[in-house]
């Protein structure tokens, strides 16, 4: 449930988003983080991931209105628009590895969401 | 280059065609320039598949040679060009062109003649009359139609195979048909009197009046000139604005004629069995030969004389030794089959035959004396079996295929121990499946071991089911055939968290009355869903109990657009389409609609659904729009939904001169009771107030039709991309009846097709096609029908409109909010541009940023 931080991450970063429970099980919600729409995803482990919400194919902001579902166990998000599948982990296009989303390191401390600083890719 | 020789073809129909692609294909252009000369304003096209011109969307659907030219610089086709002389001892032809009326003079080494056929008009008094046709070219059928705006009703002369297809063209424009056939019965060529009166009783029951028997004495027309009946002799007249013709057809030999080629005694160039006229330079082929003085009404016997010269011209030995006549055909949905010696002219042969009057089901074989071989045989009613039977038949070159112990086993229904269906397993490699194509079983098992799948992809590697389509359910039998007995499954599973179909799945669900996707899946799938099984879980509970879709857990499972009641658009903004039920609307609805697109600044359109869809909604903003909508009296259209969506109308007999029952009240009461109902995929109706059929109703999942007695109802039309006429369920059928069977078809259908399937493809999938909706929904065979009609009623009862719930449910509101952190900023991303005084999406390269509120120092 608490995502381990990067090295460049300071702990004054992370940002109060809303309560665990406003993101609906297995499902997703937007967020406006520091000026961007992010996209907010609890899985069934009640991991919670942090995508942007924009899907790079369809170039617009809906990413959190997917389905939320696994593939070979691995939960992700299939872009509501055209169907892309997008990994909640780290952001990567399941069928075009080229391709990925922003992700933030996110937790969840007190039944409160708390967005991070955006992850560099590795 | 000057030893490149010159050969003409004329006439570029499908013969002519057949044999241009042979010496593309066989390497003639290496030595010849290949001239082709064709009278009709096109390029060569399925004439086998004229009628379907009515049903196509335009002319080029039939074309043989998309793109009307052949990629081949040493191939030229000349379209509107009509060869009017031939000089043999010149040894040229002179052509003249049709649009423009110049003639020119071409020289040939070699020639080659296939032009056909034309139809046969009997010298009836009359036939001059404006409304008199024949069937025969794409003109001829504009010509019809055009006829047919103003006719209520038509007659066919002849009773033969074009006639019956003819007049299938006739009921489809919505006439009133007669058929005439002065011999005793229908098909006399084909059938025997058994089977032609068990295909005029089918034939009657769809309505179309058959008169055998009798003999024509005039067309007779009105004070205009233009028909308008036919008096029988010494009999009754009948009353029709449109005559065509089909007694038989007349081989074109007038080119050989005139020349003084040699001519067979009825009719057609007289040619060798390598297709040779008495001119060693010139061939015929086709409809206008006549090999060993017998001419050849069929495309596939031409095909072979058409690969006969092409191999002649290289040397090759080719020869034409005869063409197998069989013939199988569905005729306004009657199969009717006839091959070999059908009529037991074998000395010695004998009859087996099998009848069900009821079933309106004749089936009769021929076999040697000894019982071991078939000669041929006769089915009416359902020719399931054609496919397996006519490689069996034995001939005087082929000794055919051995029957099994109790030939009679291969007619009698699977009920009384027929053996159907799994046939084909039992054929040799070599036995021809596609006789139109000359394709073997060994061809198409080859086909699919190459990897073809499905009969799609062997149609293409093979031609195999490319000209008439008999033989396509054998085809898919084979592929089915051979898949099982290399033990390899054709998966049914919908996805990686189920093994399960969707009826499979649609069956646990009502069994065990899951009401949860997470019931669902713990009992029967694994893992944790995904964009494919959540909403067909999702679509089959809507499906059964109707819940709110937006309900309990199930709105994480909703597709996009049922997961916002609206559908969603290229910039993250929402649609908005409130039901018009039947396209009848008030001004005051017109009103309300208006204001609310001013208010909130949407873009507003006329749908293609007869309805007003207004763009560019903010996902926050939908809760207040449809404030206003439910509060003046709309519901949700359900244009997100895999569901129904419009029932279109025509003005119909409460306004319409023409019109015979008022389809508004009909289209709106359908709509009423169907509306909300989830399904595999979207649905839509159509009514039309008569024939004219101005609602397009036979383009949609069901179509009604107005008749004087009733309504007709079809069902399987589609338009999209694969667009299908609704075929003819039942006919006259009074208003309660006919919302029984509508009943029953939809909830079979939302029982039975896959995710995703329309009700044309979920139709051919059925084993039986159209056939087996009609026993299921018409007959109720499988006693199924008031169970449909109950879960039907169960729908019609539990309705509620979604739109009005969600607005009454705050924790359903709850989602409707741009970010959870912000509810009531508009997402920065969705903007727009003006067009024509209204919005319009504006384009983004990437994500847009709120620079503003973007804190000091925050990481990039
Ligand atoms: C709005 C409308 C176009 C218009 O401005 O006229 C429209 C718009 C869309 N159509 Fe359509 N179709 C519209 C009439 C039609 C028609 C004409 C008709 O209904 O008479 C057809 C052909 C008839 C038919 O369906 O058989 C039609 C055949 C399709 C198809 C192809 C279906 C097929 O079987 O091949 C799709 C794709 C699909 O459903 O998978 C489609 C899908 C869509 C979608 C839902 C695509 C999408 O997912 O975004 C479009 C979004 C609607 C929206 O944003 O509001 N639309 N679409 C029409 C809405 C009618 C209504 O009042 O509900
Ligand atoms: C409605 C209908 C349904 C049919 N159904 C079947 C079926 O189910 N199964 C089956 O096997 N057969 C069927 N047939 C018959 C089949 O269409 C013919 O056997 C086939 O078209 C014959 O091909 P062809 O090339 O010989 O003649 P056509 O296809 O008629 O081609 C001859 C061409 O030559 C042109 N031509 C003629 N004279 C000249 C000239 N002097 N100069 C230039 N051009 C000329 C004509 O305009 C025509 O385009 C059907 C026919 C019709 C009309
Ligand atoms: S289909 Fe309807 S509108 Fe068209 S002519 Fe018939 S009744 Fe009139
Ligand atoms: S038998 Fe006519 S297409 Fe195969």
């Not at chain 2, 379907?52 to 379209?79: K, M, N, Q, W």
């Not at chain 2, 599973?493 to 997470?518: D, M, N, P, Q, W």
């Not at chain 2, 008031?786 to 169960?794: F, I, Q, T, V, Y």
Request: glycine share 10%; charged share 25%.
């Amino acid at each position: 449930m608490t995502a381990t931080l990067p090295d460049h991450t300071t702990t004054d970063e992370w940002e109060p988003v809303c309560r665990l429970e406003q993101v609906p099980a297995e499902a997703g919600v937007a967020a406006l983080v520091r000026g961007e729409a992010v996209a907010l995803f609890r899985d069934h482990r009640d991991e919670v991931y942090a995508l942007s919400n924009v899907c790079p194919f369809a170039r617009a902001s809906v990413l959190s209105r997917g389905i939320v579902g696994t593939r070979s166990g691995v939960p992700f998000v299939a872009s509501p628009m055209k169907k892309q599948p997008f990994r909640l982990a780290d952001g990567v296009c399941l069928d075009d590895e080229a391709v990925r989303v922003d992700t933030w390191d996110v937790k969840v401390d007190g039944g409160v969401v708390l967005v991070g600083a955006k992850r560099t890719p590795a | 280059m000057s030893n490149r020789q010159r050969l003409v073809v004329v006439g570029h129909g499908m013969v002519g065609h057949r044999f241009v692609q042979a010496a593309v294909e066989r390497g003639l252009t290496d030595t010849f320039d290949v001239v082709i000369l064709g009278e009709e304003p096109r390029a060569a096209y399925d004439r086998v598949a004229l009628t379907s011109y009515f049903s196509a969307t335009c002319a080029e659907e039939l074309s043989l040679l998309p793109g009307g030219s052949y990629d081949h610089d040493a191939v030229e086709l000349r379209i509107s060009t009509e060869v009017v002389s031939l000089d043999r001892a010149a040894r040229t032809v002179t052509a003249r062109d049709k649009v423009t009326g110049t003639e020119t003079v071409l020289g040939y080494d070699q020639l080659v003649l296939a032009t056909g056929a034309a139809p046969f008009v009997p010298p009836v008094p009359g036939r001059e009359h404006d409304g008199v046709f024949v069937y025969r070219t794409i003109e001829d059928l504009d010509a019809i139609r055009e006829a047919s705006h103003t006719a209520t009703s038509g007659i066919v002369i002849g009773g033969g195979l074009l006639g019956l297809e003819a007049a299938n063209a006739l009921v489809q424009l919505g006439l009133q048909t007669h058929v005439v056939e002065m011999a005793p019965r229908l098909m006399p060529v084909q059938l025997d009197q058994a089977g032609g009166s068990t295909l005029v009783r089918h034939i009657e029951k769809l309505g179309v009046n058959v008169h055998a028997g009798v003999m024509t004495q005039e067309i007779t027309a009105g004070e205009t000139g233009s028909v308008d009946g036919l008096q029988l002799k010494d009999s009754y007249k009948i009353d029709a604005q449109v005559v065509v013709f089909s007694a038989g057809v007349r081989p074109r030999d007038v080119l050989g004629r005139e020349s003084g080629l040699e001519i067979a005694e009825r009719g057609g160039i007289l040619v060798d069995d390598q297709c040779h006229t008495s001119d060693e330079r010139i061939w015929a082929i086709g409809e206008c030969a006549a090999p060993a003085g017998r001419m050849y009404g069929l495309v596939a016997p031409g095909y072979d004389m058409a690969e006969v010269v092409a191999d002649a011209l290289l040397d090759g030995p080719g020869r034409f030794t005869g063409a197998d006549m069989s013939t199988k055909l569905k005729l306004l949905g009657v199969d009717v089959a006839s091959f070999g010696d059908a009529f037991a002219t074998t000395e010695g042969s004998l009859e087996l035959v099998y009848s069900d009057a009821v079933a309106g089901v004749y089936k009769k074989l021929v076999v040697t004396e000894d019982g071991t071989r078939l000669l041929g045989g006769i089915l009416v009613g359902d020719a399931a079996a054609y496919g397996i039977l006519r490689p069996m038949v034995a001939t005087s070159t082929n000794p055919g295929i051995a029957l099994p112990e109790n030939p009679e086993e291969l007619i009698l229904p699977a009920s009384r121990g027929g053996s159907t269906g799994g046939g084909v397993a039992a054929l040799p490699d070599e036995a021809q499946i596609c006789s139109c194509n000359n394709v073997s079983k060994g061809d198409i098992v080859h086909a699919v071991e190459d990897g073809c799948e499905d009969v799609a992809s062997v149609k293409s590697c093979t031609n195999a089911g490319t000209t008439c389509g008999s033989c396509v359910t054998s085809v898919k039998a084979i592929i089915e055939d051979h898949f099982a007995k290399t033990g390899r499954e054709v998966s049914k599973a919908l996805c990686e968290h189920f093994a399960i179909s969707r009826a499979e799945l649609f069956e646990v669900v009502k069994i065990h009355g899951y009401t949860t996707f997470e019931a669902v899946l713990e009992a029967h799938g694994t893992g944790r869903g995904c964009d494919i099984c959540k909403p067909t879980v999702a679509s089959v509970l809507a499906s059964q109990f109707n819940e709110h879709v937006l309900g309990g857990t199930h709105a994480g499972l909703q597709d996009t657009n049922d997961a916002y009641l609206a559908n969603i658009q290229k910039n993250g903004s929402y649609s908005v389409v409130p039901r018009i039920p039947g396209g009848e609307v008030t001004p005051e609805g017109l009103i309300v609609i208006g204001e609310v697109a001013r208010d909130f600044g949407l873009y507003t359109k006329i749908t293609g659904g007869q309805r007003i869809d207004m763009f560019g909604a903010r996902m926050e903003d939908l809760p207040a729009i449809w404030g206003r909508l439910v509060d003046a009296g709309f519901e949700s259209g359900h244009a997100y939904g895999k569901s129904l969506r419009t029932v279109k109308s025509c003005v119909g007999s409460e306004w319409c001169r023409y019109g015979v029952q008022e389809s508004v009240s009909m289209a709106i009461r359908l709509e009423l009771r169907y509306r909300g109902l989830r399904s595999p995929h979207k649905l839509k109706g159509g009514v039309s107030g008569c024939a004219r059929e101005c609602a397009e109703a036979r383009g949609k999942d069901f179509g009604v039709i107005a008749t004087d007695k009733g309504w007709n109802l079809y069902v399987g039309g589609n338009g999209g991309m694969n667009p299908a006429h609704a075929q003819l369920l039942a006919g006259d059928l009074d208003d309660e009846t006919l919302i029984s069977y509508l009943d029953r078809f939809l909830m079979y259908y939302v029982r039975m097709a896959d995710r995703l399937q329309r009700t044309a493809p979920w139709i051919d999938s059925l084993e039986g096609g159209l056939d087996r909706v009609k026993a299921v929904v018409v007959d109720d065979v499988l006693g199924l029908g008031s169970e449909l009609e109950e879960s039907m009623e169960r729908h019609v009862a539990t309705y509620e409109d979604e739109w009005a719930a969600t607005l009454a449910d705050p924790q359903k509101l709850e989602r409707f909010v741009s970010f959870v952190n912000a509810p009531g900023t508009p997402d920065p991303n969705i903007t727009f541009t003006t067009e024509r005084d209204q919005i319009r999406p504006e384009n983004h390269a990437g994500p847009v940023v709120l620079g503003t509120t973007i804190p000091v120092g925050a990481s990039r």
